[in-house]
């Protein structure tokens, strides 16, 4: 029931993803009496999904503290799918911050994430990259950036299909005595890990569009920033292309002239292709659709979750976590080892 | 001596920007015998030039604490001037670190200010943007967040030419509850402020390219990865239209055809239109040239200390600063007033 054209859109996209995973089925959250009229309109995709009636639904703008309250809303009831077993994975176009607060409280962290991470895929002049974290949280000490860098390279071995997946940590410089504590930490015990031969160290802003590694690591609060300037600037440029091509007739011609190309590079740009932001860490799959995209975004956004679904993603984000020691919280490299032991394995925690 | 095609590119820019300046004096050093031979070729500059011969010069790669030690390095010895009275400003192509590190170190900080920071101007939908931080200080608390916002208002009136800039803090969302005890802290600070009128509150990512305000405030971590991410975002676009332009004969004349447009774009996004980052909160103006620019560029990076000497706008930051009351550091909301007493003017320090 969330986002702006629902639930429209969200049975539009479902069917287009149905059709795409057709051994797949489907759990509905929602209004009964529209969900079914809906459903109508796409019989293969309505033999594979089962609608639960919902009476309540969190609104866009609705505080995640009162979200929370909403027991019986279809997220929420969504959400309780996923951490009671019945559902794999959860998909939703809706108030991003209230399902980010809920996901966390209602689904467990899988064992040794101290916090989970929002990651997306955007595109690059080299191909595809993960970042990650979108802005989850807005304060991370070194031990969160190693388990996003763990998470990182998981969720792109597993949704991108890559083998050796690179790693850059963002930062102001590549210089290795550039940044604050936290990142040099977070590097130095990444040098040390099984992720040490795909771990490519600083990388900077313009990595970002360069696609210089594959996978991005860096804070909630900058990751936020980055994938907004980044957007903001795609869009801007993509505003300007149109005030130029429409600026005279023989504009209009050229852009006729070169539209073959214009159109792919559009196309690669679309944001659509890249919809589904994934909340990591979590003992379940969670992904947010954009909540203005339409039912081919939505569909897009039920690819991701599936993909990790199918891929195992969590057992093998499990595996990733017993293999790596994270650095404890305050434990920066003055403070070093205390009372001669040092840094737990994440694994034994 | 310094920036990639130093010092050539710095001796043709300087020579253009004398042609716009001829009111100013310069004092150029280096090697006295290449400068001399290049001011031959410019007779109007070379009469407003005074050359200071100096023995070494910093290397682009050489770290910070290195080129502290070379006190009779041309970037020195400019510095020097600046600190002694003898010179205004000072513009330097060459290693950015070993600047800002020599700049913070020989010339003072204004009365009031915690700690400088590095702003730039930048395109934007609306309009020129200055955003500060860029990466001068890695961490930040309020207070410096509201000192670099008393910056960028006197910066954009004096630069910008704007009468009553408008003020945003970066951030993960425009809520009043978003970000950190930092940002929201300061966004406190500034809307009981003389800056009141003029702050927006809260900006995200995306309102760098929309140019939704003026200035945007933020710490040097996020400023140096949002500035670069916006930079090699443009990069990347500027790229594959020429691949798109190239790709066909029809595409090359669709090019031809639309190109006027095309054109005013490229020069609207040119880099060398905004070359010049400055150092704010110091005792003397100090700009940084992009190392790789050209003779337009650098000269351009000359307008902008011209224009910061020229409006007085050290004086400006002075009153801009005897007007505000600046957060204490480690003075949380929580914490309150200690001892009874308010937070002090920055002024009385």
Known sequence: MGGDGA??????????????????????????????????RYRRAAALCAVRHTPEAIAGDMKPTAALRLRRA??????????????AGVVSAGNTGALLALAK??????????????AAIGPSERGDVVMLDLGANVACDARNLVEFAVMGDVFARTVLGLTGPTIGLLNVGSEEMKGDERVRQAADVLRESYLAPQFHGFVEGHDIAAGTTDVIVTDGFTGNVALKTFEGTGKLVRGLLRQVFSSSWSARLGYLLARPGLDRL?????????NGAVMLGLSGVVVKSHGGTDAAGFAHAVDVAMDMVEHRFNDRMREGLSRIM????????????????????????
């Open 7 to 40: 639930p429209e859109i969200v049975v539009a996209g479902l069917a287009l993803a149905a059709e795409r995973h057709p051994s797949a089925r489907f759990l509905l959250f929602g209004d009964e009496t529209r969900l079914g009229q809906l459903l109508r």
């Open 74 to 87: 279809s997220m929420r009831l969504a959400i309780d799918a996923v951490a009671g077993g019945e559902a």
């Open 105 to 118: 409280i209602v689904i467990k962290t899988l064992p040794g994430i101290d916090r989970p991470a929002m």
């Open 266 to 274: 559009r196309e690669w740009m679309d944001p659509r292709r890249y």
């Open 326 to 349: 994270v650095p404890q919280p305050g434990m920066g490299p003055a403070d070093g080892p205390r009372n001669g032991h040092g840094p737990r394995l994440a694994a034994a925690r």
